[in-house]
Every structure is written in structure tokens, then in C-alpha cells.
């Protein structure tokens, strides 16, 4: 057998003796066996047999974040402010979110232990309530909005609030119900792809290619200088990428799966791959709104379908009808991932089973965990003149200002030998880890200096 | 390794072999009820932790203020 880093420090603590084998190694032993073969054998084939048999995290917490909020800020982004500053900033976010997401999956590879356990393990339940509360407030505001997404999807093709909120519910229930973590990845997986189709939409409106093109290479200034709303798009995009969900998501994700070290180099292919069609996604969603501020539209109260709706008279019914689906998948994905994310912290706190291998009989205080959330945070969105918009490009906000409490214990875990070994972060890492935690906690203190004292902003030569 | 009668009664010799030969014993899900020991935090990472706690709640505050202020 292959001891990893943890059995160092951990084998006065454990009787292996008293360990019960349940249904949940069974499952994971399966998955195992598969990757093993896949690894055992030569070939092209098998080789890409391998890297399909180990994706799966990665892909689903990037476009897992491509949520509904998300795409709303893009979308609000693109009608706002054209596509000249957002299109590489909003590919730099997601280079920050492969710095950061995949320190969680090696975290995760190394020690077979979730986040919120290794947090409260490593720095006790003092620090570990704090990331607790942190994660639980941030995923639940989160929550909602997803929901407003799927409302809102929805509501363009003139679905009631209540049933929207229903099927997403029930979406939910399916979505688990397999009882076998490999079944419920592969179906998401299938079902998340539909993020792309922001693609179609984009190219509906026919882009002047040039334009995105010296967008790209030249990286143009942020239009009408840095005001408060504008620095509220920016940290909603920023919100849009990393968020504290993903570290606990990706994390339990991969643990679940039953990724191991031998596994780490596909597990980063699995992060670039996700990271790379979810900003496929989130830049052809600024372009498919960007003829918005070409014509000048104000769209400051624009919502998920509003923005659909808008862009009907210029890529006709059918682009606006995808616009909507895009926003309805993205919202329900979302749902999905962090309710298991809460379901998953929730578990490993309690030191209850959690995974989603369990039988419902094995999990209840997992599956209730996830259930209770959804069902709580879909009440809420049934709540008349919730002002949605703002509550959306809040929480992504909220998202970007708790990041750099929870990255600095995902920096201390990854360089901590004692749970890493071999496998703690190398310097390049850290200097880019670094630099992540310094550009968020600036762009959050910029955010706060704006809103305390708005006319520094003036005098920067912004309005 | 886990002992022939500490095991699911539903799981099956075969499986338990499978488990054995295919997971790393920190994988098995028996294990992780025993925590890992706690980690001895340096006066910086307690300064940079508890600054950053600080900021979080602060910003927290700047938030609801400007939540507050759009609605009036």
C-alpha cells in the first residue's frame, strides 16, 4: 500500500483496527480499479482514457463558477462597458483561480481529507469557525442567487417564480439521487457544458473580430475612468472567478473521487481544461452583450432575462431563448455544486459520513444538509420585490472581500510538510499564490475606500 | 488493515479484498474520523491570520453600509 504524507503524524491516533470498510470505499475502490487499468496499459487511447477517467472537479467547480451571478456580471459587464478593458481582465481572473484551485487539489490528492476538515484539524475549531461561518454565509447568499437566475432564466419563456424554483429543486434531487459520486460527476458534467452555450450566442451577434482580437493584445483602459460602480463590476467579475466555495468544492471533490499523488498531474490537466472553457464561456457572454453599450443601451436594471429579452431585436428569438437557457444552466449547476460544497464542509466538521456515495440511509445529515439549504434559499428568491440585480452583483463582491481570509489557510496547508511531504507548494507557486492574496485584498480595500470616501476617486481621475 | 469483522454487513469478502488492494488506507472512509493533530501557528501567521479577520469584518460593515445607503 502506498502510505501518503499523513501516516507520518497520524498513526499513534488511529486504530486501523476499529475501521469500518462501508459502501462508500466499495464505490470509491470501483473508480480506483478503473484508473488503475487505465494507467497499466500503453497508448494514445488509454492515455486519453486515463485523463477522461480522472477530469471531473476541475471542469465542474470552473463552470460550476460560471454561475448564474456570474454570468449576470459578465453580461452587465459586456452592456456596460463594451469588451476593451473586461475580455483580458476577466482571462487574468481566471488564471488566478488555477493558482488557487489547484493548490486545493493537491491538497486534496495528497492528504484524502476535505478543507473544512484539514482547516479545523490543523488550526483548530477557533480558525475553523471562522472559515466555517465564512463559507455557510457565502454559500448561502449564493445559493439565492442562483436561484434568482433560474427564476429569471425561466421567467423569459414565461415560467412562474414557484415553478421555476420547484424544478430547480427538483433538478437538485436527480441530480443526487444516484447515490454514486462517478454517476452524479459524468451527468453534471454532461449538463455543465451547456455553460458554452454563451458561444453561440456571441457569435449570433456577429463581433467584429478585429476588435476582440486588439482587445486581447492591447488590453485597453477601463472606459469612463474608476468610479464606485465601475469598481463594483470589477470586484463582481473577481467574484465571478474565485470564490470560497470552489477551495472547499474542488477539494472534497477530489477526495471523493479518490484522486491520489500519482494523479496530480492530471488533476492540474482537469483545472487549465475547466478554467479554460469557463472563460471561453464567461468572454463570449461580455461579447454577446457588448452591442448593448454599442447602441448605447442603458442596461444599469437589466436582469438575468432582461438581458435576453434586450438582445432580441438584435440576434432574434432563438439566440435570446439560448441567452435564457445559458443563465438557467448556469444557475442550476451552481445549485448543485454548493450545496454539496455546504453539504460536504457541514459533513466534515461533524465528522458525519459525506459523500456522494452514500446510500441515503448512510447520509441523512449530508443529503439534509444540501436539501435544507436549497429548499431555504429557493424560498427566499419567492419573496416579492427582493431587489435581485443588487443582491446579485453584492454577493460576488462579498465573495471577492472573504477570498483572502480563506486563501491565506489554503497558502499555510499547502506549504505545510507535515500533511504534504514532498508535495507542498514550490516557490513559484507561493510567489503567485502571494500575489493573489495581495491584488484581492487591495482590490477589496479600493472597493472600501470607494464607498467611505467616493471623491478620492475623483481626484485619481475617475468621475 | 481493518480487521474481516469490522466491516459493512452488506460489503462482501470480494469487495473488502477490492478495498484493500485498490484504496491507500488514509483513503477509507473509517479513517478520517480521527483528526489530525494540530499544527503549532508562529506569532506572524497568527498576526497576518487575525489582520485579515479583522479586514473581512470590516469590510463586512462597508458592505451593509453601502447596501444601506443605496436603499436610502
Not at chain 1, 462508500?24 to 487505465?38: K, L, Y
Not at chain 1, 463559507?135 to 415560467?159: D, K, P, Q, S
Not at chain 1, 453539504?343 to 465528522?351: L, S
Not at chain 1, 479600493?446 to 485619481?460: R, T
Request: proline share 5%.
Amino acid at each position: 500500500m502506498n502510505l501518503g504524507p499523513l501516516s507520518r503524524i497520524t498513526p499513534q491516533a488511529v486504530p486501523q483496527e476499529d475501521v469500518v470498510i462501508t459502501h462508500e470505499d466499495v464505490d470509491r475502490a470501483h473508480d480506483r480499479v478503473r484508473v488503475s487499468s487505465a494507467r497499466a496499459q500503453r497508448g494514445a487511447f488509454s492515455k486519453f482514457r486515463l485523463l477522461w477517467l480522472l477530469v471531473g472537479p476541475g471542469i465542474l467547480v470552473m463552470l460550476g463558477e460560471n454561475d448564474g451571478p456570474s454570468m449576470i456580471s459578465y453580461a452587465a459587464t459586456g452592456a456596460r462597458f463594451g469588451i476593451g478593458f473586461f475580455i483580458p481582465f476577466v482571462i487574468l481572473t481566471f488564471c488566478m483561480a488555477i493558482v488557487v484551485q489547484e493548490m486545493t487539489m493537491r491538497l486534496g490528492s495528497a492528504t484524502h481529507r476535505g478543507h473544512a476538515e484539514l482547516i479545523f484539524d490543523r488550526f483548530g475549531p477557533f480558525w475553523g469557525w471562522f472559515s466555517m461561518i465564512d463559507l455557510g454565509i457565502g454559500n448561502f447568499l449564493t445559493l439565492i442567487t442562483e436561484f434568482i437566475a433560474i427564476r429569471a432564466g425561466l421567467g423569459f419563456f414565461g415560467v412562474p417564480p414557484w415553478a421555476a424554483v420547484g424544478s430547480a429543486l427538483v433538478f437538485l434531487s436527480l441530480a443526487v439521487i444516484m447515490h454514486r459520486y462517478w454517476t452524479w460527476e459524468r451527468t453534471l458534467l454532461a449538463i455543465a457544458v451547456f455553460n458554452l452555450v454563451f458561444v453561440p450566442v456571441a457569435l449570433l451577434t456577429h463581433p467584429n473580430w478585429h476588435s476582440v482580437g486588439s482587445a486581447l493584445v492591447t488590453w485597453k483602459p477601463l472606459p469612463g475612468g474608476l468610479t464606485q460602480d465601475t469598481l463594483i463590476i470589477v470586484l463582481a467579475d473577481i467574484g465571478a472567478t474565485v470564490t470560497p466555495w470552489m477551495l472547499f468544492f474542488q477539494q472534497s471533490a477530489t477526495v471523493d473521487k479518490g484522486l491520489t499523488r500519482k494523479d496530480i498531474h492530471l488533476g492540474r490537466i482537469d483545472t487549465v481544461v475547466g478554467a479554460a472553457l469557463a472563460a471561453t464561456a464567461a468572454v463570449a457572454t461580455i461579447i454577446a452583450t457588448a452591442p448593448l453599450f454599442a447602441h448605447h443601451m442603458t442596461a444599469e436594471n437589466f436582469q438575468g432575462a432582461e438581458f435576453a429579452q434586450a438582445l432580441q431585436p438584435l440576434i432574434g428569438r432563438f439566440g435570446a431563448a439560448l441567452f435564457a437557457i445559458g443563465i438557467v444552466e448556469a444557475g442550476m449547476v451552481a445549485s448543485v455544486t454548493i450545496s454539496i460544497s455546504s453539504a460536504y464542509a457541514f459533513g466534515e466538521v461533524a465528522r458525519r459520513p459525506h459523500s456522494l456515495n452514500l446510500p441515503v440511509a448512510q447520509g441523512k445529515a449530508f443529503y439534509s444538509v444540501l436539501f435544507l439549504c436549497a429548499a431555504t434559499a429557493g424560498a427566499i428568491v419567492l419573496i416579492p420585490g427582493l431587489p435581485l440585480v443588487y443582491v446579485i452583483l453584492l454577493v460576488n463582491v462579498v465573495a471577492v472581500l472573504a477570498m483572502p481570509p480563506a486563501l491565506v489557510f489554503l497558502f499555510m496547508l499547502a506549504n505545510d510538510r507535515e500533511v504534504m511531504g514532498d508535495l507542498v507548494s514550490p516557490r513559484w507557486a507561493n510567489i503567485l499564490a502571494t500575489g493573489v492574496v495581495v491584488f484581492l485584498t487591495l482590490a477589496g480595500l479600493l472597493f472600501g475606500i470607494s464607498v467611505i470616501a467616493p471623491n478620492v476617486f475623483a481626484f485619481l481621475g475617475g468621475k | 488493515m481493518p480487521s474481516k469483522d469490522k466491516v459493512d454487513s452488506a460489503i462482501t469478502s470480494s469487495d473488502q479484498k477490492l478495498v484493500l488492494s485498490s484504496l491507500e488506507p488514509e483513503q477509507l472512509a473509517g479513517l478520517k474520523k480521527h483528526p489530525i493533530p494540530r499544527r503549532h501557528l508562529s506569532g506572524l501567521e497568527k498576526f497576518v491570520m487575525w489582520s485579515l479577520r479583522i479586514y473581512l469584518l470590516f469590510m463586512m460593515v462597508v458592505v451593509i453600509y453601502q447596501v444601506w445607503a443605496s436603499l436610502h
